[in-house]
């Protein structure tokens, strides 16, 4: 099994920054991509940013290019999520997930997921 905890929630003004982290522990193995998606109350699940095992290549959904940033640390088994620019309509929960496949934007490809951390983003 594979466990994941996402960190680095919380409430921010339109404009500032927050960064999340997850961590992934347990019997994760390698070559993996981790990704990060959100919901917001009433909507479905959606794809933010994923990042393959290496670090060389990471994808974005169209809402976030240019504000968010999305890094592999060096251990490989953590992921990051710098928010730049916030907006009202990044509030949701943020997830983070491990996927041994490779269409990153499908939520339905990510195996282990993360319980979750809340973003408010006040306008």
């Known amino acids: 099994q594979v466990q994941l905890v996402e960190s680095g929630g919380g409430l921010v003004q339109t404009g500032g920054s927050l960064r999340l982290s997850c961590a992934a522990s347990g019997r994760t193995g390698s070559n993996y991509a981790m990704g990060w998606f959100r919901q917001a109350p009433g909507k479905e699940r959606e794809f933010v940013a994923a990042v393959t095992w290496s670090g060389a290549s990471t994808y974005y959904a169209l809402s976030v290019k240019g504000r968010f940033t999305i890094s592999r640390g060096n251990a490989k088994n953590t992921v990051y999520l710098q928010m730049n620019s916030l907006k009202p309509e990044d509030t949701a929960v943020y997830y983070c997930?491990?996927?041994?496949?490779?269409?990153?934007?499908?939520?339905?490809?990510?195996?282990?997921w993360g319980q979750g951390t809340q973003v408010t983003v006040s306008s």
């Open positions: 997930a491990t996927s041994w496949d490779s269409d990153y934007d499908q939520k339905e490809e990510y195996r282990y």
